[in-house]
Nanobody, 124 residues
Framework: QVQLVESGGGLVQAGGSLRLSCAAS????????MGWFRQAPGKEREFVAA????????SYADSVKGRFTISRDNAKNTVYLQMNSLKPEDTAVYYC?????????????????WGQGTQVTVSS
């Protein structure tokens, strides 16, 4: 069993930055790949970024490449999403997820555990 708790969301102006955190507990964090997804009102949940346990392998959605950075601190069982140059279209609830298979995954059904989400609102 894995518990995931996101934090760091909020309201920011376009062009600003936020850093989301996701703290994992309940089992060994080792070999677990982590991902960030987001869901805007009326839209499906979409992939944002993912990272393998080693931290050396990452993947990003085209819409966030060059602006968002995913990282992890395995000693703290925490994964981060640094979001820069935010745009109004980044407004969504952001979720972190854990993939016990350990591979980079971009589909929601590949993940085993989900957090409750944190709201990010970018004003124009």
């Amino acid at each position: 069993q894995v518990q995931l708790v996101e934090s760091g969301g909020g309201l920011v102006q376009a062009g600003g930055s936020l850093r989301l955190s996701c703290a994992a507990s309940g089992r060994l964090f080792r070999n677990v790949a982590m991902g960030w997804f987001r869901q805007a009102p009326g839209k499906e949940r979409e992939f944002v970024a993912a990272i393998r346990w080693s931290g050396y392998s990452t993947s990003y959605a085209d819409s966030v490449k060059g602006r968002f950075t995913i990282s992890r601190d395995n000693a703290k069982n925490t994964v981060y999403l640094q979001m820069n140059s935010l745009k109004p279209e980044d407004t969504a609830v952001y979720y972190c997820a854990a993939d016990l298979k350990g591979a980079i995954a971009t589909m929601t059904n590949e993940y085993d555990y989900w957090g409750q989400g944190t709201q990010v609102t970018v004003s124009s």
